[in-house]
Every structure is written in C-alpha cells, then in structure tokens.
C-alpha cells in the first residue's frame, strides 16, 4: 500500500465549477498535510497547510482534514481556466521522524472553457 | 527574496560523468532537502539536512552525496552518472523547530544522462 494515495486523474471540470481533490495516507500517526500546486515544467508551489480536523478555507481553495478516516481533500471554488495543474498532496508523520514529507503522484486537474 | 535557487537549471551528462548540484535559501530555514521526480513516481527524497552540520538518507539515496556547506547552501553531488538519474531534481527549505514544516522548493534542474 502507497504512504500516500492520490487518483492520477485526469479530472476535468466545467470553468466555474467545484473542482474536488481527494488523498488518503497510510500513517496513523501523520501530523501535518500539504497540498501544492505544480504546472508543467515548473516547480511544486504550496497553496494549502492543515494540522487539525475540519476545513481550512484561503480565498477559493478549502482544505478539508479527517485524521480518523485518514482523508484530506482540497476544494476549489469557482475552477478557472489557470487552476489546471498537477496537485501533490504531502503529508509529514511521525514514523522515520524530522521534518520529512511524503508526496502522493498527483491529480492532474483540468478546468475547461 | 529568491527564496530557494538551484544551478544549474538544465545539464547534459554522459554516463560515468560526475557533477554537483547547487542550492541556496535565503530564508534562514534550518532544514534542506533534495528531491527527484520522475513521471509515475512523485517526488522522491532523495537526502536531506534537518540543520546545519547533519545530513541523512532518504528514499533513494544511492549514487547520490550531498555537503550542507553552510546554513544557506546543500549540494547534491553524482559521482557516476548513469542513465536511471535522468531526472528533474528539486531542492527544497523548510523551518525546523515550527509547528508548519511547510517546505518551499527552488525552479528545479533538468538532468539527462546519454
């Protein structure tokens, strides 16, 4: 079983839209979970930190935390056209210690027109 | 701020050639890491350095050595180059000793081995 789970996608949405991106993690014991947003050719950028159960919610973006089922999901509002990309979810556990994150593979989103 | 730079951005090697890898953080972050990421694999440790002075292994250690010259500075070395390190290597940052963790990473460097 991967540490990390994401669903390669792709997953299309219409332009305005909600865009749901799911993850599922291994560790029990996990602490701390990511999301980034990585386009093509470039580098991962952070968009999305969560640390306790519940919704966190910057702008258009919530990020939603379930520590007993071991789920967290990003939310994106009002999908656009520029949200198509690659979202790594990352998540930090306890199990090998430090500051050591996993990645999922990604999900590939794409927002059409 | 740069925040996390990394040269060169793109390298041609042949096999059994050797290079380093340069990265610098200007955001006086105590941890510094090494990635590769390859399609259908993610991203992958490669090493990492939780302060400066230490460094470990990570997920795919082999044919890599890596110097946390200084706070600011890790560099990633390949002794030996061989073709399974095509790649893209990211370096990355982040706080220690916080409770956030987040890690924040450089543009990358683009590695074909012929």
């Known amino acids: 079983q991967k540490e990390v789970e994401q669903n390669s996608g792709p997953l299309s949405v219409p332009e305005g839209a909600i865009a749901s991106l799911n993850c599922t993690y291994s560790?029990?014991?996990?602490?701390?979970f990511f999301w980034y947003r990585q386009y093509s050719g470039k580098s991962p950028e952070l968009i999305m930190s969560?640390?306790?159960?519940g919704d966190k919610e910057d702008g258009r973006f919530t990020a939603q935390l379930n520590k007993a089922s071991q789920y967290v999901s990003l939310l994106i509002r009002d999908s656009q056209p520029s949200d198509s990309a690659t979202y790594l979810c990352a998540v930090r556990g306890l199990t090998g210690g430090g500051n050591k994150l996993t990645f999922g593979t990604g999900t590939q989103l794409k927002v059409e027109l | 701020n740069a925040g996390v730079t990394q040269t060169p951005k793109f390298q041609v090697l042949k096999t059994g050639q050797s290079m380093t890898l340069q990265c610098a953080q200007d955001m006086n972050h105590n941890s510094m890491y090494w990635y590769r990421q390859d399609p259908g694999m993610g991203l992958r440790l490669i090493y990492y350095?939780?302060?400066?002075?230490?460094?470990d292994k990570g997920e795919v250690p082999n044919g890599y050595n890596v110097s946390r010259l200084n706070k600011r500075e890790f560099s990633l070395r390949l002794e030996s180059a061989a073709p399974s390190q095509t790649s893209v290597y990211f370096c990355a940052s982040s706080e220690a000793g916080t409770a956030t963790y987040e890690q924040y990473f450089g543009p990358g460097t683009r590695l074909t081995v012929t």
């Open positions: 969560i640390y306790s159960n």
């Open positions: 560790d029990r014991v996990s602490q701390s």
């Open positions: 350095s939780a302060s400066e002075g230490t460094t």
